[in-house]
Nanobody, 126 residues
Framework: QLQLVESGGGLVQPGGSLRLSCTASGFTLDTYVIGWFRQAPGKEREGVLCISSHGESTNYAESVKGRFTISRDNAENTVYLQMNNLKPEDTAIYYC???????????????????WGQGTQVTVSS
């Protein structure tokens, strides 16, 4: 099981920004596809964004287009989720995940993601 660790969550006012980080324990992220998912209270977990091993991003959630971006810093062994213009409906636990070492492109089937971090809480409220 690949271990991922998220950080950077917190409480932010509507319109504010947060940057979440995803780091790996025991392996380097640079050859792995990394996705960000979120789960709001009472809702199913949904895909947000994904970045391929080559740095190409795939958007899974129409609601975050133009507001969220994903990037990777291989020197820091970290994948970031930059979230701008946050809205109350962005409140959720955010998870980073990977489908493992065999894929280099973001999958269409979100069920391919099978290693998860513990999540970080993001709360958008005034």
């Amino acid at each position: 099981q690949l271990q991922l660790v998220e950080s950077g969550g917190g409480l932010v006012q509507p319109g504010g920004s947060l940057r979440l980080s995803c780091t790996a324990s025991g392996f380097t992220l640079d050859t792995y596809v990394i996705g960000w998912f979120r789960q709001a209270p009472g809702k199913e977990r949904e895909g947000v964004l994904c970045i391929s091993s080559h740095g190409e991003s795939t958007n899974y959630a129409e609601s975050v287009k133009g507001r969220f971006t994903i990037s990777r810093d291989n020197a820091e062994n970290t994948v970031y989720l930059q979230m701008n213009n946050l809205k109350p409906e962005d409140t959720a636990i955010y998870y980073c995940t990977t489908p493992g070492p065999l894929l280099s492109l973001c999958p269409f089937d979100l069920g391919d993601f099978d290693s998860w971090g513990q999540g970080t809480q993001v709360t958008v409220s005034s």
